[in-house]
């Protein structure tokens, strides 16, 4: 058995994986997953360099079963993460066997890439009644797809990035002071006005404008404060 039940690495750094999906978004679901079901200490995922099988992304790797995953969608993730991560039953329908062991590059250059999506442009939208949020304290919710961190302080409310900036685990899982919130991951902190990085952290949180409106939080998406 080796340091951990399940190694899961993800390709976010290779020639095209991260072309072919949004992978970095991958490792963040997939670390919340894990965290949720509270098996963080003996199931890893960590961010992986190019497998030289460019083409047939966005691929993952799950060991020790040593099975590989290829053109994975954000829809496949759920149940890659209940049967296999999780449960230990791989995934056979996702399952990538070229037949020929190594490099199995595509060549992808020659392929039109789809134009992008225009982006939505910013609006309010709801979150929660501001009393589902203890004073001093902070819940993760998700609105319209997008996870955010909502802290209360006794005069005031702020919505930010729900994970960790450092490796994407949930900032919910952590402490808040009031004052200060805390990643209990590694440490990491930041201040609860503005999301700026305190002490050893590296990098700060993006924010979210909110407004209560008669109790009621709105966020607004598509308008991130830096
Ligand atoms: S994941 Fe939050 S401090 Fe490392």
């Known amino acids: 058995m080796g340091q951990y039940d399940r190694h899961v690495f993800v390709c976010t750094s290779g020639e095209t994986c991260p072309e072919q999906g949004d992978t970095e978004k ?27 099988q460019c083409g047939h992304g966005p691929m993952i790797v799950v060991y020790p079963e040593d ?9 496949d993730l ?13 995934v056979e329908r996702l399952r990538y066997a070229p ?34 949020v203890d004073v001093d304290g902070m819940k993760e919710f998700a609105v319209d797809g997008t996870s955010m961190l909502i802290v209360r302080t006794a ?8 994970m960790c900036p450092h490796e994407a685990i949930p900032l919910e899982a952590g402490v808040c002071d009031g004052s200060v919130v805390t990643c209990l991951e590694h ?9 700026a990085p305190m ?16 109790g009621e939080l709105h966020v607004m998406l598509g308008g991130a404060k830096a």
């Open 99 to 132: 037949g020929v062991s190594g490099a199995n590059k595509i060549d992808v250059e020659t392929k039109e890439a789809p134009a992008p999506a225009a982006a939505p442009p910013p609006s309010w939208k709801r979150v929660c009644r501001t009393a589902d």
């Open 199 to 214: 002490g050893d952290a590296e990098k700060g949180l993006t924010g979210f404008p909110v407004k209560d409106e008669q």
């Open 67 to 75: 099975v590989w995953y290829a053109g994975v969608t954000e829809t």
């Open 155 to 162: 005069d005031a409310c702020f919505a930010y990035q729900a």
């Open 26 to 52: 991958y490792v963040r679901t997939l670390r919340a997953a894990v965290q949720k079901a509270g098996r963080q200490r003996d199931i890893r995922v960590n961010k992986a360099g190019c497998f030289s």
């Open 78 to 90: 759920d149940e890659i993460i209940a049967s296999h991560i999780i449960g230990g039953a791989p």
């Open 187 to 195: 440490m990491w902190q930041f201040d609860v006005r503005t999301g």
